[in-house]
Nanobody
């Protein structure tokens, strides 16, 4: 079955950086969308970045553009999320997701159906 295992979360000071990893297994990695979502306490889950594994095209939420970078290592079936200039409002559980296919040239947030357990990012001011 589909397995997504996130790692790399932690507690950091504002202004710091983190790189989250998501190792995927149990399905054909290439040719799908993979995404990173986050859920802050008391808030709804939101999509922050996605990548189409077929050709590496990327998508970002407007709120994180310029600070978040999604990338992949196809040989390892792994997706990364590099976060720079962390802010306290980035504090959240970060989830990796897959199951979405490219639709009209986009990876739509609502199409993701498989989820990892999440990794916690905590940013202090």
């Amino acid at each position: 079955q589909v397995q997504l295992v996130e790692s790399g979360g932690g507690s950091v000071q504002a202004g710091g950086s983190l790189r989250l990893s998501c190792a995927a297994s149990g399905y054909t990695y290439n040719g799908n969308c993979m995404g990173w979502f986050r859920q802050a306490p008391g808030k709804e889950r939101e999509g922050v970045a996605a990548i189409y594994t077929g050709d590496g095209r990327t998508y970002y939420a407007g709120s994180v553009k310029g600070r978040f970078t999604i990338s992949q290592d196809n040989a390892k079936n792994t997706v990364y999320l590099q976060i720079h200039s962390l802010k306290p409002e980035d504090t959240a559980m970060y989830y990796c997701a897959t199951g979405a296919v490219l639709t009209n040239g986009y990876c739509y947030w609502a199409d993701f159906i498989y989820w990892g357990q999440g990794t916690l990012v905590s940013v202090s001011s």
